[in-house]
């Protein structure tokens, strides 16, 4: 069973507009949150994150919300640019010492100019 | 500072034979991670390892798959013998000190089981 959910499989949004990536997850021990972009034939880039005592993280355009009560996640880029399609990854990490990253299966990010 | 580097880009082999992947961390990470990536699904957590030693490999498939990394620098996954559902991109991260640092991905190897 899936712990970390990514919905929507793709997203077209139009230059210079926000793009809201969301993800849910069920594990209410995840302590800390990761986004990853990826483009073809590349390994995942490490993007953005957020702590689970914190409920948002900016950094430039790329803003993480966090709602524990909901279990989601959400990524909002402002404003999107055509660099930003890639597929993006929300990853999830366990409490505890081990640190292995738990992924969604990811949501393909279109944007047009 | 050169990145996660990882050896052969591609595999094409037979059901039966043999495949080494090769990850060679960012120098001076300690916690070195192998991932999957079976198409159209998720990227899923093989093993763990810091320094030489196997931290968690509970998410290795089956005693198919050898992961060693002798020294604690770089890393192999023997696949042995391959099957058709090995099939995927294999993925190595490493993070520096403390396992709860961010993971750093490398380009990933490609393996085709025929």
């Known amino acids: 069973d899936q712990q970390v959910k990514q919905n929507s499989p793709s997203l077209s949004v139009q230059e210079g507009r926000i793009s809201i990536l969301n993800c849910d997850y069920t594990?209410?021990?995840?302590?800390?949150f990761l986004w990853y972009k990826k483009y073809p034939a590349e390994g995942p880039t490490f993007l953005i994150s957020?702590?689970?005592?914190?409920d948002k993280n900016e950094d430039g355009r790329f803003t993480v919300f966090l709602n524990k009560s909901a279990k989601h996640l959400s990524l909002h880029i402002v404003p999107s640019q055509p660099g930003d399609s890639a597929v993006y990854f929300c990853?999830?990490?366990?409490?505890?010492?081990?640190?292995?990253?738990?992924f969604g299966k990811g949501t393909k990010l279109s944007v047009k100019p | 500072e050169a990145g996660v580097t990882q050896f052969p880009s591609h595999s094409v082999i037979e059901k039966g034979q043999t495949v080494t992947l090769r990850c060679d961390p960012i120098?001076?990470?300690?916690?070195l991670y192998w991932y999957r990536r079976v198409m159209g699904k998720e990227i899923k957590f093989l093993l763990h390892?810091?320094?030489?030693?196997?931290?968690?490999e509970s998410g290795m498939p089956n005693n198919r798959f050898l992961a060693e990394r002798t020294g604690g620098t770089y890393s192999t996954l023997k696949v042995q013998p391959a099957e058709l559902e090995d099939s995927g991109v294999y993925f190595c991260?490493?993070?520096?000190?403390?396992?709860?640092?961010?993971?750093?991905f490398g380009p990933g190897t490609r393996l085709l089981v025929l």
């Open positions: 120098s001076g990470h300690d916690n």
């Open positions: 957020i702590s689970s005592i914190k």
């Open positions: 390892f810091v320094k030489e030693s196997k931290q968690d």
């Open positions: 990853a999830a990490r366990s409490g505890g010492s081990q640190g292995n990253l738990i």
């Open positions: 594990n209410s021990m995840f302590d800390y």
């Open positions: 991260a490493s993070s520096q000190g403390l396992a709860r640092e961010t993971q750093y």
